[in-house]
């Protein structure tokens, strides 16, 4: 049984769609990578998941969380589930953070909103253990400082901290390495690799780096101004991309097989894009496993 469900989801903001029947599927345990290009429609698909949309939104379809109905859930009810069962890292850590509370305090407060039960000590002990998993430098030293004495990598790890504080069963990572020199960026997909296997993490990892994704992602889904256009394993995306957006993907990034000479592919024509013809191929599986619109 799947962890996470999302069947036929659409996301409309007054007369735009910027989610468009969208359906997707994760196992306990797996990681599925959610790519495409700014304004597919990823990070608007994580907050509908977390119900974190604002008024304007018009949300249909169905998301369903272990078999739990989460668009019918009352706010409470979402509050309690939100950050326990289900948590997020944001894609920038230097506005996630509040920048005038310490980043233990931060961590500790993940900590006290669901588990209520704990004593001061006892959530101290949590938020330490927590900045210990994600190998933050002398956490008991630095509990009391503040987001701006951190540098970019070791705040991303704070923010990683909060998010698996009360360790969740699904975690949302929306472009956590974006902000990140290249270096830095490998030591947060190793941390974010480590604690996948040590808590049994599923994950749904978004981003518009395909280099990123190859590393961290089992299945890969590709969208396009809130359509899906194909989702595979991630050895047939990178092997045997069928549609051609997915192919301009791949070919404008350069890699050390790359000829120097020849110019990167240029992203394919907006197939996908406001034409609603688009919407009318339909999602077909043209080999296990590998659904694609072609």
């Known amino acids: 049984m799947a962890l996470l469900t999302i069947d036929n989801l659409t ?48 949300v249909e379809g169905r998301i369903a969380f272990d078999g739990c109905e989460l668009l019918a859930l009352d706010p409470e009810e979402m509050r309690q ?3 326990r069962e289900i948590a997020m890292i944001f894609q920038e850590p230097m506005t996630a953070l509040n920048p005038v509370l310490p980043v233990g305090e931060q961590v500790a407060e993940a900590v006290r909103v669901h588990q ?13 253990e927590a900045m210990l998993a994600v190998a933050l ?19 991303q790890r704070i923010l990683i901290a909060m998010a698996i504080a009360n360790r969740p069963r699904l975690l949302i990572a929306d472009e956590p390495t974006t902000a990140l020199d290249v270096t ?15 808590f049994g993490l599923a994950m749904l990892f978004i981003s518009h780096d395909l280099a990123v994704v190859s590393q961290v992602a089992d299945r890969v889904a590709v969208m396009r101004q ?19 957006y997915t192919r301009s993907l791949l070919g404008a990034v350069p890699t050390m097989r790359t000829d120097l000479q020849q110019r990167l592919a240029q992203l394919a024509p907006g197939s996908a894009g406001k034409d609603s013809r688009a919407a009318e191929i339909p999602l077909r599986e043209a080999a296990p496993g590998h659904w694609a619109r072609v």
Do not use: W
């Open 11 to 58: 996301i409309r903001f007054g007369q735009t769609q910027a989610v468009r029947g969208l359906s997707l599927e994760i196992a306990p345990g797996e990681s599925l990578g959610l790519v495409g290009e700014s304004g597919s429609g990823k990070s608007v698909t994580a907050l509908a998941i977390l119900r974190l949309l604002d008024a304007a939104a018009t």
């Open 81 to 83: 589930l939100r950050g």
């Open 116 to 128: 209520r039960g704990l004593s001061r000590m006892q959530v101290r002990e949590k938020a330490l």
């Open 137 to 155: 430098p002398d956490p008991a030293v630095r509990y009391r400082d503040y987001p701006h004495q951190f540098s970019g990598g070791q705040r």
């Open 184 to 198: 830095v960026q490998a030591q947060i997909l190793e941390l974010l690799a480590d604690l996948r296997e040590r």
């Open 226 to 244: 809130g359509l899906l256009l194909e989702q595979a394993s991630r050895a047939a995306i990178f092997s045997e991309p069928l549609h051609e």
